[in-house]
């Protein structure tokens, strides 16, 4: 598959209908991240798993107990679909988002898709992005995992510290130059530290293509 290394972007959908199909834990994982987002949130599929049932019966979510139609993208500006199973809807659901211009992420098929979801480290109001590019999703759910031990709890507090000081420099100086000092004076002394190991099967064929 050819690598697409896309453009990252920050999507703004606090209030904006939002469709995800699919109703499994996959599903759910999208559903939640839309909803932090303030996304207003329609899930699409015949069945739902236990966590989707409760954000259903205490109207976070709206639900659609059905499959997919084209009239349910009206007023959406993105739909994620989790159905990995049938490539003949993923592509026919692909044609309608270019159609309809539409954002559409089908997870794990980029070739159907006119948005790709990365991996998101998430604490506090920090945000981490991890893209492969779609070619090793497998090492971005890794990445991830250990960036999230790596920054831990007490990261959420500090961007709390920060941002209550910059409202404060905002409001005490006005001058810009200033504030710019202060505010990257705050963060000095900060900084991420660790190493990479790499998996024995790829040291051994570096190994080999070095001998």
């Given at each position: 598959m050819e690598a697409n290394p896309g453009f990252q972007v920050s999507l703004d959908?606090?209030?904006?209908?939002?469709?995800?199909?699919?109703?499994?834990?996959?599903?759910?994982?999208?559903?939640?991240?839309?909803?932090?987002?303030?996304?207003?949130?329609t899930v699409i599929h015949p069945s739902l798993n236990d966590a989707l049932r409760k954000l259903t019966a205490s109207a976070k979510v709206i639900h659609r107990g059905r499959l997919f139609r084209s009239t349910d993208i009206e007023g959406a500006c993105l739909v994620i679909n989790t159905l990995?199973?049938?490539?003949?809807?993923?592509?026919?659901?692909?044609?309608?988002?270019?159609?309809?211009?539409?954002?559409?992420?089908?997870?794990?098929q980029p070739q159907y898709s006119t948005a790709m979801l990365p991996a998101l480290v998430s604490s506090g109001h920090l945000r981490c992005a991890i893209?492969?590019?779609?070619?090793?999703?497998?090492?971005?759910?890794?990445v991830r995992h250990d960036l999230e031990q790596l920054f831990g709890g007490e990261i959420a507090a500090f961007m709390d510290w920060l941002?209550?000081?910059?409202?404060?420099?905002?409001?005490?100086?006005?001058?810009?130059?200033?504030?710019?000092?202060?505010?990257?004076?705050?963060?000095?002394?900060?900084?991420?530290?660790?190493?990479?190991?790499?998996?024995?099967?790829?040291?051994e064929e570096q190994a080999k293509r070095s001998g």
């Open positions: 959908v606090k209030g904006r209908l939002c469709l995800v199909l699919g109703g499994d834990e996959e599903a759910t994982d999208k559903v939640h991240r839309l909803l932090e987002a303030g996304a207003k949130v990995r199973s049938n490539l003949d809807f993923s592509k026919s659901l692909y044609e309608l988002a270019l159609k309809e211009r539409f954002l559409l992420c089908s997870t794990d893209s492969t590019s779609g070619v090793a999703p497998a090492l971005a759910s890794r941002a209550a000081l910059r409202e404060q420099t905002l409001e005490a100086q006005p001058d810009a130059e200033q504030r710019r000092l202060t505010l990257r004076g705050a963060v000095e002394g900060f900084k991420l530290t660790g190493s990479v190991e790499y998996p024995k099967a790829w040291m």
